[in-house]
Nanobody, 125 residues
Framework: QVQLVESGGGLVQPGGSLRLSCAAS????????VGWFRQAPGSEREFVAAISWGAGTTGYADSVKGRFTISRDNAKVFLQMNSLKPEDTAVYYC????????????????????WGQGTQVTVSS
């Protein structure tokens, strides 16, 4: 079982930026697609962004498109979050799954197998 570890969350004012990181404990991501999801209190876990393991294929939720950027190197996956809004407040989770298709990723949390514990992002003045 691959253990994922998220980091980089915190408290930021509206309009500010944060950079989240997701690392796979003791290994690299290799041929895994990785997705970022978030969950606010009383809400369902929702898709934020995802990236395939090859070809740099990415996808974003409409609510974050143009503000968030997902990227990866061999060891970590990053979520750069700019122009943050109070409605971005949530616990952010990364999920990973090995994929044969280098361009594959999913917007559905059920398709990811390995998960981290989450990192809290709070956007407030």
């Amino acid at each position: 079982q691959v253990q994922l570890v998220e980091s980089g969350g915190g408290l930021v004012q509206p309009g500010g930026s944060l950079r989240l990181s997701c690392a796979a404990s003791g290994r690299t991501f290799g041929n895994s697609a990785v997705g970022w999801f978030r969950q606010a209190p009383g809400s369902e876990r929702e898709f934020v962004a995802a990236i395939s393991w090859g070809a740099g294929t990415t996808g974003y939720a409409d609510s974050v498109k143009g503000r968030f950027t997902i990227s990866r190197d061999n060891a970590k996956v990053f979520l750069q979050m700019n122009s943050l809004k109070p409605e971005d407040t949530a616990v952010y989770y990364c999920g990973a799954r090995s994929a044969y298709n280098s361009k594959w990723y999913s917007r559905n949390s059920i398709d990811y197998i390995n998960w981290g514990q989450g990192t809290q992002v709070t956007v407030s003045s």
